[in-house]
């Protein structure tokens, strides 16, 4: 039953070349185009014609689309990213963002990838591994006990509006009961019960 191992090998070797995904590391970062240099961090490994094992490592991958879930933080050289890969070309798609033709039919590509930051390996975990809490490079952390609440700008604009806007009263002796009146009505927004806060906290 040779032919039979032969089509094994065959088909081995056609799955060790699909890409589905990996590890990364950025190497540079186009902020401009929400793009990055990608190295993939684990070797390609192939059994040769003479049956040895022979490992190399992969190439960058130039123009990898980063991947946020609904919040932009800053991405640095030296990150590790979740290379995906996707089943068809992403070359039409990445100039308009619709439904194309890929006039390409190549499947699953190196060079077709996404990035997914925020990956560590278990010897280098994130600075801090605290529950209930998030850590986003650039040091912002959401959920900290020890930070502060965070006011809208919204709230804040409108104590700005109370002191832009305030006419004093001539002649009046009140010792500016007006005006704390006023900023009392424009802070009850911004005050709430320690106790259950649903509003975010950050440091």
Known sequence: MTWIADLKGLIDSELRN???AIPGKVESYDFA???ADVLPLIKRARVGHDGDRVVAPLP??????IVFSGMTFPI???????LVFSQASLDKWGVNGRLV???DDRHHDITDAFAIPGVYSIGRPPDARV???TVIPGNI??????GDYVSLKKDLDKLLNVFQNWLPVAGSADGGT?????LTAAYAPLLWKSEGATKVKAE
């Open 141 to 146: 952390r959401l959920g900290s006990t020890g």
């Open 18 to 20: 699909i890409n589905v």
């Open 33 to 35: 185009k929400g793009t």
């Open 101 to 103: 033709d890929p006039e």
């Open 131 to 133: 529950q209930g809490e």
């Open 60 to 65: 960058v991958i130039p123009g990898v689309h």
């Open 178 to 182: 007006l005006l704390k009146t006023a």
């Open 76 to 82: 640095e050289r030296g990150d590790t990213v979740l």
